[in-house]
């Protein structure tokens, strides 16, 4: 199983970014799908999930921000990002699970892709 995540970028604060992570393999198709991100010097967060009967989860940092999403057919969980703020900053990685988890833990994970927001 591998989930590939892409889309992560320098971008000034107040701007956008959109998020992707496609799972391939054995299993690629998994009930939630979630969003994590590790700032320098901090402990990694869960910053977004969703289930595949569409129930969601947001960090309070990031609610009203971000909003994840996902395409079954293409077996890809999205993060769409907006307003961004410095404190954004972070690798953020993708992870996904065959159970309904909107809290984790997760068995199967992407590589993070770097998210840089300039002030």
């Known amino acids: 199983v591998q989930l590939q995540a892409s889309g992560g970028g320098l971008v000034q604060a107040g701007g956008s970014l959109r998020l992707s992570c496609a799972a391939s393999?054995?299993?690629?198709?998994?009930?939630?799908m979630a969003w994590y991100r590790q700032a320098p010097g901090k402990q990694r967060e869960l910053v977004a999930s969703?289930?595949?009967?569409?129930?969601?989860n947001y960090a309070r940092s990031v609610k009203g921000r971000f909003t994840i999403s996902r395409d079954n057919a293409k077996n890809t969980v999205y993060l769409q990002m907006n307003s961004l703020k410095p404190e954004d900053t972070a690798v953020y990685s993708c992870?996904?699970?065959?159970?309904?988890?909107?809290?984790?833990?997760?068995?199967?994970w992407g590589q993070g892709t770097l998210v840089t927001v300039s002030s």
């Open positions: 969703i289930t595949s009967d569409g129930n969601r």
């Open positions: 992870a996904a699970d065959t159970q309904l988890l909107l809290h984790g833990p997760y068995d199967y």
């Open positions: 393999g054995s299993r690629s198709s998994f009930n939630a």
